[in-house]
């Protein structure tokens, strides 16, 4: 097996832009004065503001070695499970970025703003038929407001029904946000079990299902990265019950093309764009979490909604169910944007595409890596596998040691200790952008770290040595958290 190449970078020490400072530096030339000066008064000026004396070539430099201390999906594989960090062409960032859309402000009336108004239509009608619902809402703007907005559009269901009820079933494999989501809305999150085989089983669902439950908010695929198949039956379980079904679609780049969830039973589904449909995710940066709905919870969808007569796009208030607003304004339009260029680039069979090698590249780490990681759900999984440190523990190396070891080859680490129903998990997601070439070399990194577990185990407990920061001390962080930087 050969050694994959580990970058290892001009960790520089870098200066504070204070201390490269040398009076008389300039960036730039100033043209002759032609006018007379004029200081003002010492009382009205003040001191001027204390800026370092630098030249072009410092600052260029100084801000180009700061960026290369940075990983991002830019620079190498980011296999972070269950957040999908896939390669965003940069096209859809440009889109987002032309005058006339990102220009706009957003209380310029209906007339002057066609053209976004449209995009938002037809995104939402993309949005519907991708995932096999009746209606959209882009307001909510990200995916746990999402989750937030599907639990109140359930609310405001039963609520118009004269129906009150305070549980709601929470499976162990959902995502960690719906708890909280559901407990906003003053309902009590019921959790139940997997099976054996790490998806729910219809008995599981219908021993909890009862006449105070609001229903059940099922991830799917789940957090284990495997299809719930009894999703049809588990949803007629609840519907027979009086309940309705939310699905949190924040896996939904493993199905798009795949799976129609308006018939599978799904009542209320929210999507993160900033995942599935090429926006860049994490680092508290804009989402996007529509919500797609069954038709008789659209009348409960949050205004103001865009509505067409005679190709003149306009929006309406007028819904006297609506569950109000969710967002100072429409939603984060420019992940719109990115989404609807993304839709429009790769067309149907092309997002189907990108579903199926998602799911391919997934099963094939699976394969490769399951000989030296333990797979606690040895099947065909979907975007993502989940191993543990099972093996390795017995020699005193845990998945934090393996992950902080990953990074000495160039590696972003995968997801780890999530999800909770794995003891040691190791969630690794591809996504369907990584080569063929990268996965390989990125499961030959793994191989190695699995052996150096059992043969040189102190290697991982040091790691990583070749980052520009090495291993911290973790505890002493949570206790003593520094917040200034």
């Known amino acids: 097996m050969n050694k994959p190449l580990a970058p290892t970078g001009l960790n520089l020490d870098e200066p504070l832009l204070w201390e490269m400072g040398n009076p008389g530096r300039t960036g730039f030339s100033m043209p002759p004065c032609d006018v007379e000066p004029h200081p003002l008064d010492d009382d009205i000026a003040g001191e001027g503001p204390d800026f370092p004396d630098l030249n072009e070539m410092g600052v260029v430099r100084h801000y180009t070695r700061l960026s290369q201390w940075n990983f991002g999906v830019d620079t190498g594989m980011y296999p972070l499970g269950s957040c999908t960090m896939k390669y965003n062409p940069k096209i859809n960032e440009k889109c987002s970025q032309l005058a006339g859309l990102a220009g706009l402000h957003p209380m310029l009336p209906a007339g002057m703003t066609q053209g976004a108004l449209r995009l938002m239509a037809e995104l939402e009608r993309f949005l519907a038929e991708i995932t096999g619902m009746d209606a959209v809402s882009l307001q909510p703007a990200a995916g746990a407001q999402g989750e937030l907005a599907g639990m109140l559009l359930i609310h405001s269901y039963l609520k118009s029904r004269n129906v009150t009820r305070n549980k709601i079933i929470i499976p162990d494999t959902a995502h960690g946000t719906n708890p909280a989501s559901a407990a906003l809305c003053g309902y009590r999150p019921v959790r139940i079990k997997s099976g054996d085989e790490g998806i729910l089983t219809p008995d599981a669902v219908q021993a909890v299902m009862d006449e105070d439950t609001v229903g059940i908010m099922i991830t799917n695929p789940n957090t284990l990265g495997l299809f719930e198949a009894h999703i049809k039956a588990i949803a007629d379980i609840v519907h027979a019950g009086g309940g309705q079904v939310y699905c949190d679609g924040a896996n939904m780049n493993a199905i798009m093309g795949m799976v129609h969830m308006g018939k599978s039973g799904v009542d209320v589904l929210h999507l993160n764009l900033h995942k599935t449909f090429s ?8 989402g996007a979490g529509p919500v797609c709905v069954a038709r008789h919870l659209a009348p409960f969808l949050p205004v103001p909604r865009i509505l067409e007569k005679d190709g003149v796009y306009h929006l309406s208030e007028d819904f006297p169910q609506s569950l109000g607003r969710l967002h100072s304004f429409f939603g984060n339009f420019g992940v719109m944007i990115k989404a609807y260029a993304y839709i429009l680039s790769m067309g149907g069979e092309n997002l189907k595409k990108a579903s199926q090698l998602a799911v391919l590249n997934a099963n094939y780490i699976k394969e490769k890596l399951k000989s030296v990681f333990h797979l606690p759900y040895d099947r065909p999984c979907m975007h993502e596998c989940v191993f543990s440190d099972k093996f390795q523990r017995e020699h005193k190396i845990t998945t934090l040691d393996m992950a902080k070891r990953l990074m000495d080859f160039g590696f972003h680490p995968p997801t780890i200790y999530f999800p909770l129903v794995v003891d040691g998990a190791m969630m690794i997601e591809p996504t369907e952008t990584e080569s063929l ?49």
């Open 279 to 286: 926006a860049p995710h994490g680092g508290g940066g804009p």
């Open 437 to 485: 070439e990268e996965i390989d070399r990125f499961v030959a990194a793994c191989r190695i770290v699995a052996a150096e577990a059992l043969e040189s185990p102190d290697l991982l407990r040091g790691a990583p040595k070749r980052c520009k920061v090495e291993r911290l001390d973790e505890t002493l962080a949570c206790r003593q958290p520094c917040l200034v930087g």
